[in-house]
């Protein structure tokens, strides 16, 4: 594997977006074949990030969740067909159905986004007006109370990510074992695998000598230093290091085994990488969601499990692709690019393939970057500015006085020709870049632009 050019991705990406650090580390088998850092822990102090940095992981929690739930079905101490409401207060009849565990398990309850944690986390953030002090999953209960209005589908009938539906998964795992979530994770996962600088509580990242200041890079492209939003738990509370996470990938890639130590049966990995409902916004196709995973069948013909977080000051994604047994795992200390493309980018190269030019979002991004720059029509008597903005670009046109902008959408992106369209009063103008021999030519409305 080329790891220089892994190296050059993510320093690339990093200088683009302005993220302070990233940590990587890649796992093949029960091996760990590549771990790094790259950039700043700590900016105003000029602390370099390393392996052993704390970040929090957000989402990827949810893994953790749902793996404490396997475990007390493999005790059989729950099943996954008990109904919410037998553990919980709150009456979640969906359309006269009841939501069941594994309903919240697959996000499929029928009930979308409730936003608690987009409110907690941009109000403990003081980013936003809005104030919503949940303190602890009780808190949510009550928050939910009129939940059930809120529901557009049956159980189980599609997918509607929702956070709350893991704060009540882990208020479950607290009313079944008698003690705190957190300590049954940390007592059954966290400690018999050796995840001894893995977190929840603020207490304990407080007295870690290693961990990443956490940053919101504003929108001048400004590194604003800020804290996690500590309160939330099962569903994205979690602060780790990729060292301690390469024994988490490790584990799954395991069937459930690390280090001779069995956290669960082979069948109840299986189980949670299990498509058990579509996920509608697809990038390679077939999508599902199990149990706290993400799941394709169509990453190069292999199957890729995986999960991305955010609590927006750290970001992370954990991935794995099987039978190839390769995984990776990164984390930031700030958003700005997807790592969820870095960690395929790394996977791709793994695999021996060529990301650049097979991997889809990479390869669209690669030829969107080409286009951007300055156009100008015959003896530049016109001319506009192409600007990339995410997958769109953006048609500027400045005067002395005046200015305004053309959100363009692609619509075919090849790596000699981009059609893009725009709507205009009701008509769908297209588009058409032609890129040949180091020249690019636009055509928008009545002219003809080359790229200066």
Known sequence: MDFSRLDSFILSKMSETKLPSISICIVHGD??????????????????????????????TKSF????????VEEERISLDDEVSKYVPLDLRIHGEPVKIYHLLTHSSGIPALAYAEAFIRGSLGLDHVWLPVAKPEDIIVFMDKAREWA?????????????????????????????YEDYVKKTILKPLGMNRTYFREEDVSRDL???????????????????????????????????????????????EYNGVRIVGREFIEA????????????FGDEGYGYGLSITNKFF???????????????????????????VVVMANASGYPLSLIGMYALSLALGRDPDKELIPIKNEN???????????????????????????????????????????????????????????????????????????????RYKLVKK
């Open 31 to 60: 091996e760990v074949v590549y771990a790094r850092s790259y950039g700043f822990k700590d900016l105003e102090n000029g602390l370099p990030a390393t392996t052993k940095t704390i970040y929090g992981i957000g989402s990827i």
């Open 65 to 72: 969740t749902a793996l404490a739930i396997m475990k007390l």
């Open 152 to 180: 557009v589908a049956k159980p189980g009938e599609r997918f509607y990510y929702l956070n709350e539906g893991y704060v009540l998964l882990g208020y479950i795992i607290s009313k079944v074992t008698g003690v705190d």
């Open 210 to 256: 290693d961990v990443a200041v956490p940053y919101i890079v504003d929108r001048e492209g400004r590194h604003v230093r800020s804290k996690f939003p500590y309160g939330i738990t099962a569903d994205g509370g979690l602060l780790s290091n990729v060292e301690d996470m390469s024994i988490y990938l490790r584990m799954f890639i395991g069937r459930g």
């Open 272 to 283: 949670m990488e299990k498509k058990h409902v579509d996920i509608p916004s697809k990038l």
């Open 301 to 327: 013909d292999r199957k890729l499990v995986g999960h991305s977080g955010s609590v927006l000051v750290y970001t992370a994604y954990m991935g794995y692709v099987l039978p190839d047994n390769y995984g």
């Open 367 to 445: 030829i969107l970057k080409k286009l951007e720059g300055r156009y100008e029509t015959y003896k530049g008597t016109h001319s506009y500015i192409v600007k990339r903005e995410g997958e769109f670009l953006l048609l500027r046109y400045t005067d002395k006085y005046t200015e305004y902008t053309v959100i363009l959408v692609p619509k075919i992106i090849r790596e000699d020709y981009v059609k893009v369209y725009t709507l205009s009063y009701g008509r769908v103008v297209e588009a058409e870049f032609l890129i040949s021999d180091g020249e690019v030519q636009l055509f928008f409305e």
